[in-house]
């Protein structure tokens, strides 16, 4: 998802079940020479430490030896398709049972794809570039072998984190945790800032794709109107709820896709396959090609924001990514086979909005202008998810105590209401910068939050190899390093291809979270704004505190 500063790459963009002991019993656990007595029941937040035993050991005797932690651990018995726990004992980080677990506003499985798929991708609007900058081939070969080499790794460790922490702080608590609050904030900044300028995209997207048949709204005070209308009845959506935002999203989505398979049944007389074969290796784009692969295949961590509003998300979040991934893969790979297989290659022609000609060409104009009405309804999905994710994220740094307590405001609707303002507010503030800009600076930050993502991944394996994980990346913990170096490997060359002005911008943002963090923990200890963490989250600073250093 990171363009190039001299290319202009628009896009839309816009898995495991567990059963968890309810032990009822009370336990008394010495941490670092402190007693810590609370129930182990899923209900209060108190960690539950177990280890394997025999049947005839998991008795009175481990409450009658309480002090002793090795005498009370009881192993947990797990059936998990996508992942596995160690064999050895496990340590309960987040076994909190939200009072809102059994809200009927919770996301179930099939809107929480969506909702991931708009998070991502929204269709195959903006993968035109691949082709421009290296040619049909190479362009099929990226969008396979890339999913594998970032996708993949990201929306796995993301179904992880996602189930160890089920909570709305979602990749800021996993920074917290694994390197403290300072970085956990930092991580929190730098995402949010990310997603919200991601976000001034769509509502300027949106136009872009009807300005041809309203050409009213290129430009002047037609399309400011236009812009601030979009975003307006967009961010009351959010408002609203976001059951209804999911479910808006899977009826987008099917509307975004529809158009392309009737396209792909069209062309099938006119398929040519030696199409697919044409590559000139010394004439290859590679910043254009890259950046426009990065771009269209990122962002799976966004959806750890929303886990606190997922039925069951232990088991519903890993699937969800599992069907995404495959979702988000096949809607860019077959209609690049159909559009590079169908007609004669021009990669000149091959940018942004030229699957609306090719539409043309194969089935006529009803088929140009439903491509064009399908990419307009793309952005405007990938807007709700995005703004939805970036909301929820605010909601739940301010329920860590992060930020103010107001944050952590819910309308009447269960949505976080400041949260949606301030992410509003954002939109509305950017959306006069260049598409190049905003894509650029974006992604920047991105790339800085994603290896503070993969230090914290590593380190929690390292530090805490036995803690509870309803979904767990078999390899142990050199596989978690194996893991991670890949997609750092692409960040560092991504980064590399990054201008100076881009550079200059997204450190000052980053040193703007820095400053930010000391002032807020000023601000909190003069009393000038309530700050207070969730009692239905549990303290991991104080909990884990022992087991990390």
């Not at 398709?81 to 179930?108: Q, T």
């Not at 043309?360 to 995005?386: C, D, H, P, Y």
């Not at 309308?411 to 950017?430: E, K, N």
Request: one cysteine or more; charged letters at 15%.
């Amino acid at each position: 998802m990171v363009p190039t500063s001299s290319e202009t790459v628009q896009n839309s963009k816009t898995k495991s079940s567990i059963e968890v002991p309810n032990t009822q019993q009370k336990v008394e656990i010495s941490i670092s020479e402190k007693k810590i007595s609370a129930p182990s029941s899923p209900a209060n937040g108190a960690i539950a430490q177990t280890e394997t035993l025999s049947a005839s050991a998991a008795t009175d005797k481990s409450l009658q030896n309480s002090q002793n932690v090795d005498d009370q651990k009881v192993r947990g018995e797990a059936t998990i398709p996508m992942g596995n726990y160690n064999d050895a004992e496990y340590i309960g980080i987040n076994e909190v049972v939200s009072p809102r677990a059994n809200d009927p506003r919770k996301l179930s499985l099939l809107p929480l794809v969506f909702l991931i798929f708009y998070e991502v991708a929204g269709g195959p609007f903006g993968v035109e570039d691949t082709v421009q900058a290296a040619g049909p081939l190479l362009a099929l070969v990226g969008f396979l072998v890339f999913p594998i080499i970032w996708s993949v790794p990201e929306a796995l460790i993301t179904a992880e984190l996602g189930t160890m922490f089920p909570e709305n702080s979602g990749y800021v608590v996993w920074v917290s945790s694994a390197l403290g609050p300072f970085w956990g904030f930092q991580q929190g900044w730098v995402k949010w800032l990310s997603g919200v300028i991601d976000n001034a995209l769509y509502p300027v997207l949106f136009l872009d794709y009807l300005k041809s048949g309203i050409p009213a709204l290129g430009g002047g005070l037609p399309r400011v109107i236009a812009v601030l209308g979009i975003t307006l009845v967009l961010t009351y959506m959010n408002y609203r709820g976001l059951t209804i935002v999911g479910w808006v999203a899977v009826m987008l989505g099917i509307l975004s896709i529809l158009p392309f398979v009737v396209m792909g049944f069209i062309s099938i007389p006119k398929l040519r396959p030696a199409r697919w074969l044409v590559a000139d290796v010394h004439n290859v784009d590679w910043n254009l090609y890259l950046n426009t692969l990065f771009w269209n295949l990122n962002y799976w961590d966004s959806i750890s924001t929303l886990v606190g509003e997922v039925h069951n998300p232990k088991k519903t979040l890993p699937k969800a990514l599992f069907y995404a991934v495959i979702l988000v893969v096949l809607s860019y790979f077959f209609p690049l086979l159909v559009g590079t297989g169908a007609v004669p290659l021009e990669r000149d022609l091959w940018t942004d909005g030229y699957f609306s000609d090719i539409a043309k060409i194969l089935g006529g104009v009803w088929l140009r202008w439903w491509i064009q009405g399908a990419a307009a309804l793309s952005n405007m999905g990938t807007f709700v998810a995005e703004m939805s994710s970036d909301s929820f994220q605010l909601l739940g740094m301010a329920e860590r105590g992060m930020l103010p307590e107001f944050f952590a405001k819910r309308s009447r609707y269960g949505t976080p209401l400041v949260g949606i303002l301030f992410s509003a507010s954002g939109v509305i503030l950017l959306s006069w910068m260049s598409f190049q800009e905003i894509v650029a600076a974006e992604n920047f930050l991105y790339c800085f939050g994603m290896i503070l993502e993969f230090i914290a991944f590593v380190r929690l394996r390292i530090k805490l190899p036995n803690a509870s994980r309803p979904f767990k990346i078999p390899g142990g913990t050199v596989g978690a390093i194996l893991l991670c170096i890949p997609p750092t490997i692409l960040i560092g060359v991504v980064l590399a291809f990054s201008s100076v002005k881009v550079m200059i911008i997204s450190l000052a943002a980053v040193a703007i979270g820095l400053v930010m963090q000391p002032c807020l923990k000023r601000i909190e200890k003069n009393r000038w704004l309530k700050f207070s963490i969730s009692s239905d989250l549990p303290d991991i600073h104080h909990d884990t505190g022992a087991l990390l250093h």
